[in-house]
């Protein structure tokens, strides 16, 4: 989701980007890295693959850190070998969401989930590289991956009225093209260490939810319901709001907004944006 609006946000910048599939690059292939790397030198890696199944590492948590640290080990050694920069995109999941002022990078991490514990373990690893940035962001939806926005459409159109969606789990959505030009200018301002970007304003997954409905003109209800009435493998943080001060203090700019972003979404996702109730 995030790799593919990155490449095409790059490629407009006239920058030269070489993007690999999972096809073409494993990750966790200590060989592959290498030969990859070497042949490309490139000025900067971002690495955007990760296990991002949630509740699926709760029980594949080795399997899951193989990736979303492993292989980040082997990105910061191939770095280092070719003097690149190596940009570790990160969550919010590192947070347990017990504070209720938003995340600063240097608060203290305690994950609540396997998913989180492998993306920590991962921030360890890229932070070995020595030019990295590690860059937390939030609730992604980008038109090439599955994501909540999705989600909504998929209940929608299977007639599911009200739609029940949790309010008591607080953070920031990000549109994933505004992610990819965070990400661009980071690296020109030629940020390291920990950086957090979320788009501006926060939201409810129920809030989130009724923005979706209401960009689809859709006449469907809305209910609030709580974390408890909808239990999931995997605990998430109930408040993971990203403070996003220091992306501004080293870019001079403020983050675009997710309601925004939600409406360009929903303008260029090939769905039919008006539901009828059923
Ligand atoms: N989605 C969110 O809400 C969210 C929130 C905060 C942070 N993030 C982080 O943002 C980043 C991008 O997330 P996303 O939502 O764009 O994820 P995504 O759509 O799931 O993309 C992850 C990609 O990684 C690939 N991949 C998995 N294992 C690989 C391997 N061994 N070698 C090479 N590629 C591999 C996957 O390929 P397959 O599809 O073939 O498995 C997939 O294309 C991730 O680091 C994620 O942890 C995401």
Not at 46 to 62: G, L, P
Not at 66 to 75: C, F, H, R, T
Not at 134 to 139: F, G, K, N, Q
Request: with cysteine.
């Amino acid at each position: 989701m995030l790799a593919t609006d990155l490449r095409e946000a790059l490629e407009r910048r006239g920058d030269t980007v070489i993007a690999r599939s999972r096809a073409e690059l494993d990750v966790t292939s200590v060989r592959l890295v290498r030969h990859c790397v070497a042949e490309a030198k490139p000025d900067v890696i971002v690495n955007c693959a990760a296990w991002t199944r949630v509740d699926d590492a709760e029980k594949n948590e080795a399997a899951a850190a193989a990736i979303n640290s492993g292989a980040v080990e082997l990105l910061a050694g191939a770095a280092d070998e070719t003097g690149a920069k190596l940009v570790q995109i990160s969550t919010d999941f590192v947070f347990d969401g017990t504070k209720r002022t938003p995340y600063e990078p240097d608060d203290p991490t305690n994950p609540l989930s396997a998913y989180g514990r492998t993306k920590l373990l991962g921030e360890i690893a890229a932070a070995h590289a020595t030019h990295h940035l590690i860059l937390r962001t939030s609730w992604l939806f980008g038109v090439h991956g599955n994501n909540f926005v999705e989600a909504m459409k998929r209940q929608l159109a299977r007639g599911v009225d009200p739609l029940r969606i949790v309010a008591d789990q607080r953070g920031r959505p990000t549109f994933t093209p505004h992610l990819a030009d965070a990400i661009r200018r980071l690296v020109d301002a030629g940020a390291e260490g920990i950086v957090h970007y979320a788009d501006s304003g926060d939201a409810t997954w129920f809030a989130f939810a009724s923005a979706i409905v209401a960009g689809l003109n859709s006449l469907t209800g809305v209910t609030p319901i709580t974390t408890a009435d909808y239990p999931t493998p995997a605990t998430r943080p109930a408040y993971s709001v990203l403070s996003t001060a220091r992306y501004t203090q080293l870019t001079g700019a403020e983050p675009e907004s997710w309601r925004e972003g939600l409406l360009d979404y929903l303008r260029t996702s090939d769905t039919p944006h008006s539901l009828p109730r059923p």
